[in-house]
T-cell receptor, first 113, second 114 residues
């Protein structure tokens, strides 16, 4: 089956750096995406890694190691507004319908003053 | 360019009633996906549609649930004879093409079944 595992909760202070890990088991793999969700609102796309290495977008970076089936989201200079749930996701390849996303269990990030 | 629109945002139904959830994808997007999220859980795929076609409904319960995306108008997720276990947030997402790894989500419809 397909599964993605994340830590359930992470706590950090304003200005700090935090890393949210994601390990995955999939029958096929295109790439790893990250989404942010505030208080049950609309999930918002953050980043996507198809190749190994680090992708940087402002304060957020995402890393992928295909050989280790592992990725992480790195948030720098944390702000209170970064408090949210973060989900990793992969595109499901089973059955020929390759567009549905399989989401991880989600990590609730709490940023403290 | 308006984002993905969903309505209603909140829906309350009594057991046995029908719930209709609507989703208008982003302009230019012809692929629609429905996901369900239970409290404190991740999003679970339900169904993937293109205009007038259901492409993948592997995540949708076989009974009481149906979805459509007509040639004109929004996509509809219909739940008949709702039960308390149907209470959840239902999110719609859209993408412009197949093989797209980025999906754009709507604000969701929070269904409460009394």
């Amino acid at each position: 089956g397909q599964s993605l595992e994340q830590p359930s909760e992470v706590t950090a202070v304003e200005g700090a750096i935090v890393q949210i890990n994601c390990t995955y088991q999939t029958s096929g793999f295109y790439g790893l995406s990250w989404y942010q969700q505030h208080d049950g609102g609309a999930p918002t796309f953050l980043s996507y890694n198809a190749l190994d290495g680090l992708e940087e977008t402002g304060r957020f970076s995402s890393f992928l190691s295909r050989s280790d089936s592992y990725g992480y989201l790195l948030l720098q200079e944390l702000q209170m507004k970064d408090s949210a749930s973060y989900f990793c996701a992969v595109r499901d390849q089973r059955g020929g319908a390759t567009n549905k996303l399989i989401f991880g269990t989600g990590t609730l990030l709490a940023v403290q003053p | 360019n308006a984002g993905v629109m969903q309505n209603p945002r909140h829906l309350v139904r009594r057991r046995g009633q029908e719930a209709r959830l609507r989703c208008s994808p982003m302009k230019g997007h012809s692929h629609v996906y429905w996901y369900r999220q239970l409290p404190e859980e991740g999003l679970k795929f339900m169904v993937y549609l293109q205009k007038e076609n259901i492409i993948d409904e592997s995540g949708m319960p076989k009974e009481r649930f149906s979805a459509e995306f007509p040639k004109e108008g929004p996509s509809i997720l219909r739940i008949q004879q709702v039960v308390r276990g149907d209470s959840a947030a239902y999110f719609c997402a859209s993408s412009p093409r197949t093989g797209e790894d980025t999906q754009y989500f709507g604000p969701g419809t929070r269904l409460t079944v009394l």
